[in-house]
């Protein structure tokens, strides 16, 4: 009897078992592509001839943030959005641990027109920085101080901030203000990318204990990145 059960119920569980990994690889998949749009987005940023300053400064920064696409939009009342990934640096290893997922959004007043969509790679460069992103949500320009980055002849600029940002928009640089951005971790996005409930950004970036060799590449390029002189 009991093997009779067992033949009826295994086709079952099989499908169970199947619908489980295609539901866990379909929500994952999404997270995969921001994850390689931000490598891509990386790679445009270091091979950029302009952007000198975070080039030679990444090696610095305790963490990045990388949006590939951030949009401005709206007519009188408008505003910023889009997701992001961020990588952080063992301050004794020097490894890289990531990536976690969070939301940019940023609310504003004035005349604006049109659609505006930007590229945006954010270098954390205090330990104040780092730490405010394990919070919840941060608010840049009031929890955290912010400042854009210096882009072609400005690059030997001293700069002093917890977050320096820099962004391109359809070949031009600095189009996008973030003071005043909220950035939010993305809990459902995290949960499902390491298939690991309550998985935090602590957990990721911090204790390392959580990986998905789908970040391997792009941990490897801002290690290269940052590796440069």
Known sequence: MSNKWMTHIAPGLSALLFVGFATTALAQSEQQTLVDSADKTLSNFVRDPDMTWLQQNIGRAKGVMIAPQVVKAGFIFGGSGGRSVMLARDAKTGKWAGPAFYTLATASVGFQA??????????????????????????????????????????????????????????????????????????????????????????????????????????ADVARAAGKK
């Open 114 to 219: 049109g659609v505006e969509v930007s590229e945006v790679v954010t270098l954390v460069m205090t330990e104040k920085g780092l730490n405010s992103l394990m919070a919840p949500s941060v608010k840049l320009g009031g929890d955290a101080s912010v400042a854009a980055g210096p882009v072609g002849a400005g690059a030997k600029s001293d700069v002093v901030a917890d977050f320096v940002s820099f962004s391109r928009a359809k070949g031009l640089y600095g189009g996008l203000n973030l003071d005043g951005t909220v950035i939010a971790i993305s809990n459902e996005w995290n949960e499902a990318y390491y298939n690991k409930k309550g998985v935090l950004p602590p957990d990721i970036v911090i204790r390392m204990s959580a990986h998905n060799k789908g970040g391997d590449k792009l941990l």
